[in-house]
């Protein structure tokens, strides 16, 4: 019997209780103690899959306001007709991890892609499903949402991340394998219906959908969490950071003086992307002309698209051709290295566009550039479960 005077208040806790001991057993069992339909689907994909028993919050993974997030989600190339949620950016985990994916079961996205190294290769050239090598250097996938033309490749052939992301699939070299054929087999796998219905609303596997679920799954890593960004948070862009080195100080400030290679005038905003093409006069061969071979336009030839400086320190060899094997290296060309040609990007060219330049570093001011780029080493992200292999 319920007191005087605290009638309501029990009462409101009694049936407060009781209301959350029935929505605690919703998602997983029901009133009489049976598995849910959901709880029977998380049963059969733990037979092959290390998920959670709700899907990680990649929709909630965002830039920090102190990094100029307002400025980088200008740069933003996720399509009103496909924003990241948490089911789908599960699928494609999923689908990015998954051998099934080439023609014989032996390759998938994370081979060429592998999240220790920044999502890129050490190798120079990737093998492919039969052994062959890829036409270029794997490119490295942080912050790849954040380029506001939204083409990609390293000649900007593809249009969007939703067609760059079958491309490699249907390669004959990298994974070799047909769409039609590649819904099939994977509408035969026990988990893919379970993860397309969570995702889409249905069952049904598609090649459409696979795009879909494979670009919000690499659209969603974002890589903001470096030493770099620590300092960001209690630092402007223009002041020495505290938690950096003198030396670590030098090379951000060298990145960002005009006469020492203007590095941010590319590689802008503090997602450090670049948002065109452009020829950087380092290219060591002439036979690949990249953009020009997508676009026709001779003014395009030695352009290429370049990846995000996030995590560039574990990520050697460099550059399309991995024709630079360290960052060192890398350096020192930029600094006396620059080849002219007439379609050299304006900011390394002398006046009068005839002539590249040279900046001449010292040995102290590359040794400061090289340590301030390995600032931007994010570890959370490589190693952060959210984008790791998560089949059994």
């Known amino acids: 019997m319920i007191g005087k005077g605290g009638s309501f208040l029990g009462l409101f806790v009694l049936v407060a209780s009781v209301l959350i001991g029935f929505s605690g057993c919703n998602k997983e069992t029901d009133s009489g103690g049976e598995l849910t339909a959901y709880q029977k689907d998380n049963n059969t994909l733990s037979e092959y899959l290390s998920l959670p028993n709700e899907p990680f919050k990649y929709n909630e993974i965002s830039v920090p306001e102190y990094l100029g997030a307002d400025l980088i989600y200008l740069q ?11 089911e789908g950016a599960t699928l494609g985990r999923i689908l990015f991890y998954d051998q099934h994916l080439s023609v014989n079961n032996t390759v998938s996205c994370a081979s060429c892609h592998i999240q220790e190294f920044g999502f890129s290769d050490t190798a120079i050239l990737s093998d492919g499903f039969d052994g062959g090598k890829t036409g270029r250097h794997s490119m490295g996938l942080s912050n790849a949402r954040f380029r506001v033309n939204g083409r990609f490749f390293w000649d900007e052939r ?22 039609d054929d590649l819904v099939l ?47 960001r948070a209690n630092h402007l862009i223009n002041e020495d950071f505290t938690n950096f080195t003198a030396q670590e100080n030098l090379g951000k400030e ?32 002439t036979g690949d002309i990249g953009v020009e071979g997508t676009t026709g336009n001779p003014w395009d030839k030695g352009k290429f698209k370049a990846p995000s400086l996030r995590n560039i320190a574990v990520r050697p060899p460099y550059m399309h051709n991995g024709g630079y094997k360290s960052l060192k290296e890398v350096i020192s060309g930029y600094s006396t290295g620059i080849n002219w040609t007439p379609t050299l990007d304006a900011h390394l060219m002398n006046p009068g566009n005839l002539s590249a330049k040279k900046f001449f570093l010292t040995t102290v001011e590359e040794e400061a550039m090289e340590a301030f780029l390995h600032t931007l080493t994010d570890q959370e992200f490589l190693t952060n479960v959210i984008y790791s292999d998560p089949f059994k």
């Open 185 to 231: 087999i994977l509408a035969q796998q026990p988990y893919y219906p379970i993860l397309f219905k969570r995702a889409f609303g249905d069952e049904v596997v598609s090649s459409e959908r696979i795009s879909k679920a494979l670009s919000q799954f690499v659209r969603s890593m974002m890589s903001f969490n470096s030493k770099y960004d620590q300092g």
């Open 254 to 285: 060298l990145f960002n003086r005009l006469d020492k290679g203007a590095c941010f005038s590319c590689h802008f905003t503090d997602a450090m992307i670049t948002e065109v093409s452009r020829n950087n006069g380092l290219t060591r061969e």
């Open 76 to 86: 933003d190339n996720t399509p009103a007709t496909n924003p990241i949620t948490n």
């Open 158 to 179: 593809a249009e969007t991340l939703e067609e760059q992301v079958l491309g490699p699939i249907q390669d004959h070299i990298e994974m070799g394998m047909d769409l």
